[in-house]
């Protein structure tokens, strides 16, 4: 192990291209694991900030919360059916003119209007026009106090705070009342306006009932999900999650190929070498955990400069543009994935060392 | 050519692996193309497909049909304009619906009230809709005959498919091009309490002669509330287009880096491990060209085996759906990247060309060699 350690010290050269392919590897894998996270984060925000265990649409929406609509006499039997708080939420995404930026220059928003406050929002619904802004509209010059104007009808809605991760189909949220959402749905969308005591959907938390017994309640006019079941209804999220994480599999085995071809080679250019060491009493074992040492020190430092590639990459990229983010877990298991690659990789040279016979040092293999 | 076959023939394992690496690449960069491209033909293929020349949004739309609403004084303001032979309404909204009495799924109405501002621009089969309830829907999705009945609480007439339209879905939904009244009713069916039902976006027509770029920009500077664009940057600049093609390009990049590299360290170990024989084979006359064609023809075998086998694993995969996401086989997609992959391969054999060609056949005397 200490030979391998000192080779590695002495000629790193041997070991360059190796570490950029390896680098390159690694960094595809927290690309591609960074892009699954900044799509998922982003689209997911508003639904995993609930308090709610529950979200109850209309049985014609497929999930959806821009197609549900819950009529009050609905709300009620979910009311009495559910156990627990039940809340109403409604939805509409909409283009917002914020002071400061050029007249087309508008930024995408989806305003909320709940009753039960989702994680970092004041426990009731703020009064008037006033809305809480997610953190990210913050880069786009959202300040508490700006006065953000919504849709053609320019709807002026005041910024009373901010809370964090709570995007939405890849957009920044606002969170105000229903009776806010329900004025300015009005006024923007005129063709999906909401009735008196209508909303999209209901949330219910601490619920004592299953989703199954809530709906047959409504007499199947009501469709629940868990929240968890609701994120994974999201359009499209659970196809691009098993397609990321398919793509990933598949990158990592390219690691384990490259790790092994290179190892390969520099055991077959070793053989002599090991010959003369086999020779001089070391074992089969510490001569492949030799080659194990180098394998998993040079996929360290691919994965070390991966991080940092990745950390630069997400500080880099602007707001707004590829939605990809560096997490601390996604770096992690990458460089985790990487380390095992290594690993499978280096087994393929085990035979070969295996096989090397010590008489080969004084030419016995002739 | 005897020596370089000969060779892969006897360390077939180690090539093998180098083969298998190239495939596996190949069949990434192959599959992640066909994800990217139908995923944006998917997402904007209704747009491509529709027949207007020129689309109009409201600022406030930001270029999403659904998201949008023109008001009337900004539909007159933009058939005023000159250079504006003609102007039709358009309008989308995603909708619940159940196709011949089937399971509820989604269905995306692309309304329009001209067939010549809106309406599907070509049909793969089929015909246009003549009356209340006919559709043109999204070849992948339906079939000639399909019945679709949108669900909500009010009633909603059922729409016959008469005419298939090849890569019209729009935000990767099966959609069905519909004249304005079944829009109207289906919106009204949904919601009880919908008010005027306003067009997303304005078709627009140029008058002969006029340049429809040209008339964009005349468009914008008309009104300040009109977003004029051609039908081509409509569906470019849709949002989440350019994110998609970025997202892409950045993973596409790192790829295409990997396979030089990986073909390049393979053939420079190899030709060190084999450099005392390659020394002995110019020391009895070996001309250095003979020794680069081999290596040339061993880096060119191996990657075309590698892109050979890529394609062969992509090939089947190209059949499938992802969700609503149709894959497909694109013969220049592929052979853009089999080219590509092969000339950077190629490439990146140079170093170990360049160690052959610094061999000197004296050092086979002294064993210099093996250095």
Same mark, same amino acid.
């Given at each position: 192990m200490r030979l391998a350690l000192r080779e590695l010290h002495r000629r790193p050269g041997r070991f360059v291209v190796a570490t950029a392919i390896l680098t390159l590897i690694a960094i595809l894998l927290m690309v591609l694991g960074g892009l699954l996270d900044g799509l998922t984060a982003g689209s997911t925000g508003a639904f995993r900030a609930q308090r709610a265990s529950l979200i109850v649409y209309s049985a014609t929406a497929q999930d959806s919360l821009v197609r549900s609509r819950i009529t009050p006499a609905t709300r009620r039997t979910v009311e009495r059916s559910a156990g627990g708080k039940v809340g109403g939420l409604g939805s509409i995404q909409l283009g917002a003119r914020i002071p400061g930026r050029g007249p087309r220059d508008l930024v995408p928003v989806i305003l909320f209007g709940f009753e039960l406050p989702p994680k970092g929002l004041p426990s009731s619904p703020p009064g008037g026009r006033d809305v809480w802004a997610d953190t990210s509209l913050r880069v786009r010059g959202v300040r508490i106090g700006t006065v953000v104007r919504l849709g053609p009808a320019r709807t002026p809605v005041t910024v009373a705070g901010f809370v964090s991760d709570t995007r939405f189909s890849g957009q920044g949220t606002l969170w105000g009342s229903l009776a806010t959402w329900r004025s300015v749905l009005a006024v923007n969308r005129p063709a999906e306006q909401a009735g008196a005591? %209508? %909303?999209?959907a209901l949330v219910v938390e601490g619920a004592t009932q299953r989703p199954a017994a809530i709906d047959a309640a409504t007499g199947g006019a009501t469709r629940t999900l868990t929240i968890g079941g609701a994120i994974a209804a999201l359009p499209g999220l659970s196809q691009q999650q098993s397609v990321f994480n398919q793509i990933i599999g598949i990158t990592v085995a390219i690691g384990v190929i490259v790790v092994a071809l290179f190892f390969a080679l520099i055991t077959v250019e070793r053989t002599p070498l090991y010959g003369v060491l086999k020779a001089l009493g070391a074992g089969s074992r510490s001569l492949f955990e030799g080659v194990l040492v180098q394998a998993v020190a040079v996929t360290a430092a691919a994965s070390a400069i991966a991080v940092a590639a990745s950390l630069a990459l997400a500080a880099a990229i602007p707001a707004g543009?590829?939605?990809?983010v560096a997490t601390p877990q996604r770096l992690l298991t990458s460089t985790v994935y990487l380390l095992i690659a290594a690993v499978v990789g280096c087994v393929f040279s085990l035979r070969r060392i295996l096989r090397i016979d010590p008489a080969s040092a004084i030419g016995g293999e002739q | 050519m005897f020596l370089a076959l000969g060779e892969i023939r006897r360390a077939k394992a180690r090539f093998a692996l180098l083969v298998s690496a190239v495939a596996l690449l190949t069949f990434l960069i192959l599959v992640q193309q066909a994800i990217q491209t139908g995923l944006i033909t998917s997402f904007v293929g209704a747009i491509r497909v529709q027949s207007a020349p020129m689309l109009v949004y409201p600022v406030?739309?930001?270029?999403t049909l659904q998201g949008s609403v023109i008001e009337p004084a900004l539909a007159r303001a933009i058939a005023a304009v000159p250079g504006v032979a003609a102007t039709g309404p358009i309008a989308q909204r995603t909708f619940t619906a159940v196709v011949d009495g089937g399971k509820p799924s989604n269905a995306a109405l692309f309304a329009y009230r001209d067939a010549s501002l809106g309406g599907p621009g070509s049909l793969s089969s089929g015909r246009l809709p003549r009356a209340a309830g006919e559709a043109v829907g999204s070849a992948q999705d339906y079939t000639i005959g399909d019945r679709v009945r949108i669900l909500g609480p009010g009633r909603s007439p059922a729409i016959t498919v008469v005419g298939l339209a090849e890569d019209a879905q729009i935000q990767v939904t099966p959609t069905l091009f519909v004249r304005w009244g079944d829009f109207l009713a289906a919106s009204r069916a949904v919601n009880p309490d919908a008010g005027a039902v306003l067009p997303g976006a304005i078709g627009v027509r140029p008058a002969a002669g006029v340049d429809a770029a040209e008339l964009a920009r005349r468009i914008d500077r008309a009104d300040p509330e009109a977003d004029a664009l051609t039908r081509s940057a409509a569906a470019d600049r849709t949002p989440g287009v350019t994110q998609v093609r970025q997202s892409f390009q950045l993973i596409f990049l790192l790829f295409a880096l990997v396979v030089p590299l990986v073909t390049g360290l393979f053939f420079l170990i190899v030709t060190l491990q084999k450099s005392r024989s390659l020394t002995l084979l110019r020391a009895i006359g070996a001309e250095p060209r003979v020794l680069i064609r081999s290596l040339l023809l061993q880096v060119g075998l191996i990657l075309s085996g590698g892109i050979a086998l890529g394609t062969l694993l992509f090939a089947p995969l190209s059949q499938m759906t992802i969700g609503s996401l149709a894959l497909r086989f694109d013969a220049r997609s592929v052979l853009f990247w089999a080219v590509l992959l092969l000339a950077l391969g190629l490439l990146s054999a140079l170093t170990a060309a360049r160690r052959v060609l610094r061999i000197d056949p004296f050092e086979a005397t002294t064993g210099g060699g093996a250095r």
């Open positions: 005591g %209508v %909303v999209q543009s590829i939605p990809f | 406030d739309g930001q270029r």
